[in-house]
């Protein structure tokens, strides 16, 4: 009993190392510009996408281990890439304007991309190269396998060099500025586009390797990755609070972990239900999630505007 | 007509109920990802009143709406502090759970011999009262548009009433209406369930006219494309959502030549469009120049 | 040092400023009346290049501003200390005064700047890792200050330092706008309390409802009848 439940610990925590970064990206991203980026799983999926056509067109061609870092490269790469082009022609241009309407905006380039994917591996099941094939270790009745111990390590390396990027470097106080205070930012000279535009590429890289992650345990890419990694990395998100860093790693950690216990009582399906009964609670009875910030109070509201 | 134009007018129409939910919580000052949800709500609850329990096919419309109308107050209740993104992600979530609990929800009964009702992923087959009591699929299409006019008709009498105003009041300042004396928390609960019933009737109907529904249908993409359509055609008039629809729907049809670039095209479109016109084709300075435009010729006369 | 001539700024169709025009003598302190609404604040954010005017140019030095981006401006030697504070109220006070001295490169001298600068506020020394969010009304304002001397300007400009804050802590406001003053820092100041600016102008504006109806220096007219405009505007006396 004890044995599977550390198993389901262990497993929750490795999904959730994943659910992790994907959170983070989204809240980088919504830190800057205070909207969401609908896209942003969608542009990981092209990414990933690319590392499977490479895969597809040149497996056969390469060695294994060369392959493996060529797609991690060109999956990084790519997400990074697409996130550009999401910002450049959602989120800037709409700047001062609708936040919905960049919203939706973001949306139609989720439609785009996924139109383009299918274009490019029309398949359902798209093969991702796996770096490691080693078995996996057995410490007593666990087992642990390569991929768990490969997202913990790169999960907490990531973690560790942005907390050192965010705290200790110019980029990272005008990054913090700029979600703390947009206006107070302008004020001591911050260029809030560049810094958006750098922001949504970091975002979109940590994500890409987030999504890295994720194919080299499944092994494959579908087209159903892009709404999978969205969902993932929004609840992540929200359960953390919107807005905070440390609460999107803790809010993808604790995804993680409810969905591996709700799988091994209940089953996969009872497990997404859980999720999302898990974030509307959340949003319902504590807005601001773990790390809150309070609701709107309109009558305070109003008096301070008097 | 053609089948085809049947089929395709028939479409439209029930999209533009979806559409026109989300579109009154917009034009209030809510983004919902949600309404998908009361739609496919409305769809399974008519499906089953006549289906199941043998009600009349109007009744059960009725129903449709009633239910989706519930849900929607009862996310619009439990929500009502919350505001923008909170808001938005609630009611995805709120979705989502309501699609996987269908997708969960097994209740069949014995209907002539056959085993009738919701199964889970496998759908919901056989609600064929419809095309029992004698509609044929252009009459049903007359009975969608009629039932889209009537709702599109009192949604304009709506915005143009003192309520209708104070709703976009709210929606572009609600710290303002609230001074003003109105009673935000009350006037968004409302909002929500009434754009529940909407997409609750739009389900019924779409479940009686297709005969089948499954969970699945009733996805984030119909939710996100239910906003979009508002954003699209413009917000400033109920009109909007509908224009919205059709212009999704008809360049869906008019370039089913380049089936994969037709994506790819139409999502850039909308993003342009919506860099030119955050608030869609119709926004809200657009109609108040047609209106004076309109109103122009009435007083020479 | 600074001529803003004929600037028009507006949101969307309502013009806020009308065609505003004034100067700033360089070292001294100039003061911005006018009533709620005037314009005042536009004005601030439109020199500080946050907005952007429909016609008009700000020179400092010479230099046109006007189509510069708000950072440009910060670098040109223009700081802000802008209306309601706007500190970071996550970020420590000593993060605040960093994220100040943003543009500078010289990263020596903008440490011993932000020691003298805790020195000269003691009580933000105090509180130095204390998140911004979290200190008085007062405290705030020099933070403000403070994190704006950062950027080592030749021209502060203050939008409604007095605001919401106590007689006693307004007082060591101004005091420390005339040391500030006397140090050669040039000083734009936009005040509601008339009578406190008054007492530390050189010269000051009138603006009322988006345009300048008065300039002078204290001492040249009477007190009163600036003061009475200042709160309400022109008034007709029947």
């Known amino acids: ?306 | 007509m053609s089948d085809f134009a049947i089929g395709l007018a028939s479409n439209i129409g029930m999209l533009a109920f979806v559409a026109l939910s989300a579109y009154l919580l917009l034009i209030s000052g809510s983004i919902s990802f949600g309404q998908q949800a009361y739609f496919g709500l409305g769809a399974y609850a008519a499906g089953i009143a006549t289906a199941l329990w043998d009600w009349p096919l109007m009744v059960a419309l009725g129903f449709g709406a009633l239910i989706g109308g519930l849900g929607g107050g009862l996310v619009g209740l439990l929500t009502r502090k919350l505001h923008g993104l909170y808001f938005a992600i609630a009611t995805l979530a709120f979705a989502e759970m309501t699609r996987i609990a269908l997708d969960l929800w097994h209740y069949q009964r014995m209907v002539d011999g056959e085993f009738v009702g919701p199964d889970g992923p496998n759908g919901f087959n056989g609600i064929r009262r419809a095309f029992e009591d004698g509609w044929d699929p252009a009459t049903f299409m007359l009975l969608i548009w009629a039932l889209l006019a009537v709702t599109l008709l009192a949604l304009i009498l709506f915005e143009r009433s003192r309520a209708g105003v104070t709703l976009r009041a709210t929606g572009e300042d609600p710290v303002l209406t609230r001074l003003l004396g109105a009673d935000v928390a009350r006037l968004r609960v409302t909002t929500a369930a009434v754009a529940g019933a909407i997409a609750g009737l739009g389900g019924g109907l779409y479940a009686h006219l297709n005969t089948y529904i499954e969970p699945r249908l009733f996805d984030i993409m119909l939710g996100v494309h239910a906003l979009a359509y508002g954003l699209i055609g413009g917000l400033g008039t109920a009109l909007g959502p509908l224009i919205g629809v059709l212009i999704d729907i008809g360049i869906l049809e008019s370039t089913s030549l380049f089936q994969g670039w037709r994506m790819i095209a139409f999502g850039g479109l909308v993003a342009v469009l919506l860099i030119w016109r955050p608030r869609g084709l119709l926004d809200e300075p657009t109609v108040r120049r047609l209106r004076a435009l309109l109103a122009r010729p009435a007083r020479h006369a | 040092m600074l001529e803003i001539a004929d600037i028009v700024t507006a949101y969307g169709k309502i013009e806020a400023l009308k065609g505003v025009s004034l100067s700033v003598a360089a070292g001294h302190i100039t003061c911005l009346l006018g009533p709620n609404g005037a314009g005042k604040t536009t004005l601030m954010y439109t020199i500080a290049g946050i907005l952007k005017p429909r016609r008009g140019s700000v020179r400092l030095n010479g230099t046109e501003l006007v189509g510069q981006r708000a950072d440009h401006i910060v670098s040109s030697g223009i700081a802000l200390v802008p209306e309601n504070r706007l500190v970071f109220p996550q970020m420590s006070v000593e993060e605040n005064l960093a994220a100040g001295a943003y543009l500078r490169r010289d990263t020596a001298d903008v440490a011993t700047d932000k020691e003298k600068l805790l020195a000269r506020f003691p009580v933000l020394k105090e509180r130095r890792a204390q998140a911004a969010g979290t200190l008085s009304g007062g405290e705030q304002q020099m933070l403000a200050v403070a994190r704006a001397l950062m950027s080592r300007p030749k021209l502060l400009m203050m939008d409604e330092p007095s605001m919401g804050l106590a007689p006693l802590v307004v007082a060591e406001i101004f005091r420390i706008v005339e040391e500030l003053n006397r140090d050669g820092i040039t000083i734009f100041m936009v005040e509601q309390n008339a009578h406190m600016a008054l007492k530390v102008a050189h010269k000051f504006f009138l603006m009322e409802q988006g345009k300048v109806t008065f300039a002078g220096a204290p001492g040249e007219v009477a007190q009163d009848d600036v003061i009475h405009r200042a709160y309400l505007g022109s008034m007709k006396v029947t």
């Open chain 1, 1 to 306: 009993m004890i044995a599977d439940a550390l198993q389901t610990l262990l497993n929750g925590l490795a999904a959730g190392a994943a659910y992790a970064l994907l959170g983070v990206g989204f809240t980088l991203m919504f830190g800057v510009m205070r909207r969401l980026n609908l896209s942003y799983g969608a542009t990981l999926m092209f990414g990933g996408y690319l590392g499977a056509l490479l895969m597809a067109k040149a497996g056969d061609a390469l060695p294994d281990g060369l392959l493996a870092v060529l797609a991690a490269i060109v999956t990084v790469a790519g997400a990074a890439l697409a996130g550009l082009y999401v910002e450049r022609l959602c989120f800037a241009p709409l700047r001062d304007r609708s936040g919905v309407a960049a919203m939706v905006s973001s949306f139609a380039v989720w439609m785009q991309i996924e139109a383009l994917a299918s274009l490019l591996l029309p398949r359902h099941t798209n093969p991702y190269p796996a770096p490691l094939d080693l078995a996996p270790l057995h410490l007593g009745a666990l087992t642990l396998r390569a991929e768990h111990l490969l997202t913990f390590a790169v999960a907490a390396l990531l973690a560790v060099l942005l907390h050192r990027l965010l705290s200790a470097s110019r980029f990272g106080l005008a990054l913090r500025t700029l979600s703390d205070s947009t206006a107070a930012a302008q004020t001591v000279g911050i260029d809030a586009r560049r810094i958006t535009l750098l922001a949504f590429l970091l975002a979109s890289a940590l994500g890409g390797v987030g999504a890295w992650l994720v194919l080299v345990a499944d092994q494959q890419v579908t087209p159903m990755f892009g709404m999978w990694s969205t969902a993932k990395g929004l609840i992540a998100m929200m359960l953390g609070g919107l807005g905070s860093i440390p609460g999107a790693v803790i809010g993808g950690l604790l995804l993680g972990l409810v969905e591996a216990t709700g799988q091994a009582l209940f089953g996969p399906q009872v497990r997404e239900l859980i999720a999302y009964g898990l974030l509307f609670v959340v949003l319902v009875a504590r807005p601001g999630g773990i790390f809150g910030r309070a609701t709107v109070d309109l009558d305070a509201a109003a008096r301070e505007r008097l």
